[in-house]
């Protein structure tokens, strides 16, 4: 459990500084400033000192089966809280794993009971709980969100086998992704906050198609089998976790063309639960409302098929949620300040925001579409999240604890 005291002090050089842990369990300490007008006073400021154990991390989970954009999603988290995200300077050369200066990024193939012949020969997928420990992985868990190093193992891509295990330390953020992270509810119930992206069946089959058919050789026929040896697994074991998420992308044969079936444009649904702690769904023009919106025209230029947004009220698996809709995609990122501009709750420290970081990285995969907007705008809502769960146990406003 994370034990914090706040008193003031003279305020620094910057709003926010952190004096860097040098060994994990070492006491960290970050400054908040207030304009509050009570307390010591430098320069019109009020400043809390808050000391901090670096043994409670932000956890977050991912999930979503191969393929469906893990990794690109991971990208554009990292970079909203700042830093590259690389595997461990020194270690294993397979790593799965990805660490920056606030977040480390763990993918839970390594939690893989079995390697690749062994699921061979007892004739189980990747998938199948019983080729995964989830005693370790909750363990595990467990142990870095109190503050203490572990011993991960490493499944290694490779060569399909169970590498020697690596060390991982409490990072600010804690990320695990993978195809299981709600499946386990002890594992669940350790999140902070958890996320699903949802690729529907068309759109999966079109882009294994373009990756497997164009990039790999791979036939038409070879493809199919594929897709339908893992869909009972699928069906049963990932699928399911998207009623848990706090935040689902759902991504969709687009409307605006009809009988549409390349997936080269998308209908996608970003579906907000309602009540969650520390998280307020973005909505467009009007909260609570249902909205149809065609931005084309003079602020925003649209080739064929167009765009259309959509926003209102829900229901998904017996929860309220808010659902924001993005069917079509950008010819110009740039214009997308105007989409930003009627957008709220976005939690963008500057205005703009969201459209400099789709800029910053639209050679990424989604990038003139809804999968790398709504991306983009649940890593926001994310390092909001992180700061007001980091303010709340430094007993300060949520306000002053901005990173």
């Known amino acids: 459990m994370a034990v914090c ?15 860097s842990n040098t060994s994990f369990r070492q006491k960290q300490v970050i400054f908040f400033t207030s304009n509050r007008r009570s307390g010591r006073r430098h320069g019109g400021a009020r400043t809390f000192q808050v000391s901090c154990s670096v043994d409670k991390p932000v ?14 999603f991971m ?20 790593s799965n794993t990805l660490i920056s200066d606030t977040t480390t990024v763990i993918c839970l193939d390594d939690y893989h009971s079995l390697d690749r012949t062994g699921r ?8 199948d709980p019983r080729a995964n420990n989830f005693d370790l992985m909750y363990e595990q868990v467990k142990a870095i969100k109190e503050g203490q190093a572990i011993e991960k193992p490493i499944y290694n891509h490779v060569t399909g086998l169970l590498d020697p295990p690596e060390t991982i330390t409490p990072p600010k953020i804690f990320v695990i992704e993978g195809l299981h992270p709600m499946f386990d509810e002890r594992v669940r119930d350790l999140l902070d906050f958890s996320i699903y992206l949802d690729i529907s069946d068309e759109v999966k089959f079109a882009w294994k198609i373009q990756r497997d058919m164009a990039e790999r050789g791979h036939s038409l026929e070879s493809i199919k089998a594929s897709i339908e040896a893992r869909k009972p697994d699928f069906d049963a074991f990932i699928d399911p976790q998207k009623q848990y998420a706090d935040a ?51 602020k925003l230029t649209c080739s064929y ?19 924001l809709e993005m069917d079509g995609q950008f010819d110009r990122l740039d214009e997308l300040i105007y989409v930003e501009s009627h957008l709220s709750n976005l939690s963008a420290k500057f205005y703009g925001e969201v459209t400099q970081q789709m800029l910053k990285h639209s050679d990424f995969p989604g990038s003139n579409n809804g999968t790398g907007l709504f991306q983009t705008i649940v890593g926001l809502k994310i390092r909001d999240l992180y700061e007001q ?15």
């Open 305 to 323: 098929p167009g765009i259309k947004f959509a926003y209102g009220p829900d229901s998904y698996f017996g929860h309220e949620v808010s659902v």
């Open 120 to 127: 061979k020969e007892k004739g189980v997928t990747a998938l």
């Open 5 to 19: 005291s706040a008193h003031t002090t003279t305020p620094l050089h910057s709003p926010c500084t952190t004096v």
């Open 389 to 403: 769960i980091i303010a709340e146990r430094a007993g300060v406003p949520a306000e002053t604890a901005k990173v």
């Open 75 to 94: 990208r554009r988290l990292t970079s909203v809280f700042g830093g590259t995200a690389e595997p461990p300077k020194g270690g294993n050369p397979d």
């Open 59 to 72: 956890v977050i989970g991912l999930a979503a089966d191969s393929g469906c954009g893990k990794s690109t």
């Open 248 to 298: 689902v992308i759902e991504v969709l044969p687009t409307q605006l063309i009809p009988d549409d079936n390349e997936g080269k444009v998308l209908r996608v649904k970003l579906i907000q639960k309602e009540g969650v702690k520390h998280f307020n769904p973005v909505y467009l023009f009007d909260e609570g409302s249902s909205i149809s919106w065609v931005p084309c025209g003079r």
